[in-house]
């Protein structure tokens, strides 16, 4: 069971729009912790995708972005590509776990 | 150019400690407000945050595994070395190190290895 909660899968044609949501806590997101957005493919390396305030670390396109509000989070993913077909996860962190870093159950981006 | 790769051991049988090594290069592990992170994934589920170690030497660690886990650093070897005891089939993940920074107060995991696969069985 995961300290954030996230929808299993999301699934959207090329060139739409999908979201993706992460819940939280008053311990983590709701405590204003920062929320990080990877992508995954398993056996390869996580790539951070947003940071901070809806930031993006160079070469990571403007189709992604990311926003907040309460204890929720979420990533947004405009003009959908192949390629974008993966595993996203968010991460966190909680107050209430000495400042743990928690992560979403992760969610398969499948492009029709 | 920054990179970080985990190497140890594939296979390891139940009750025996493993020993995970991330060896980086691009970056220095003596930088203020350098840190580097290990989570792992075991197979289909989910990351999972473990252990944590800052430029001075200050270390955190997931609470659900504190007791079995030890992070230390070599800044001269660019190496962070993790060690779990008494491992468990339930320990069988891929197990990945990453680096995180802070710039201007934002904090960046920015950068990951490709990640190692170990299998716990006898």
């Known amino acids: 069971q995961s300290v954030l909660t996230q929808p299993p899968s999301v699934s959207g044609a090329p060139g739409q729009r999908v979201t993706i949501s992460c819940t939280g806590s008053s311990s983590n997101i709701g405590a204003g912790k920062v929320v990080h957005w990877y992508q995954h493919l398993p056996g390869t390396a996580p790539k951070l995708l947003i940071y901070g305030k809806d930031k993006r670390p160079s070469g990571v396109p403007d189709r992604f972005s990311g926003s907040k509000s309460g204890t929720s989070a979420s990533l947004v993913i405009t003009g959908l590509q192949a390629d974008d077909e993966a595993d996203y996860y968010c991460?966190?962190?909680?107050?209430?776990?000495?400042?743990?870093?928690?992560f979403g159950g992760g969610t398969k981006l499948t492009v029709l | 150019q920054i990179t970080l790769k985990e190497s140890g051991p594939s296979l390891v049988k139940p009750t025996q400690t493993l020993t995970l090594t991330c060896t980086f290069s691009?970056?220095?592990?003596?930088?203020?407000?350098?840190?580097v992170a290990w989570i792992r994934q075991p197979p289909g589920k989910a990351l999972e945050w473990l252990a944590l170690?800052?430029?001075?030497?200050?270390?955190r660690y997931s609470p659900s595994l504190r007791s079995r886990l030890t992070i230390t650093k070599d800044t001269s070897k660019n190496q962070v070395v993790l060690t779990m005891t008494n491992v468990d089939p339930a320990d069988t993940a891929t197990y990945y190190c990453g680096r995180r920074i802070t710039v201007f107060g934002d904090v960046i995991p920015d950068y990951w290895g490709q990640g190692t696969l170990v299998t716990v069985s006898s």
């Open positions: 170690i800052f430029w001075d030497d200050d270390k």
């Open positions: 691009g970056f220095s592990l003596k930088t203020t407000g350098v840190a």
């Open positions: 991460q966190s962190y909680d107050g209430s776990l000495s400042g743990s870093w928690v």
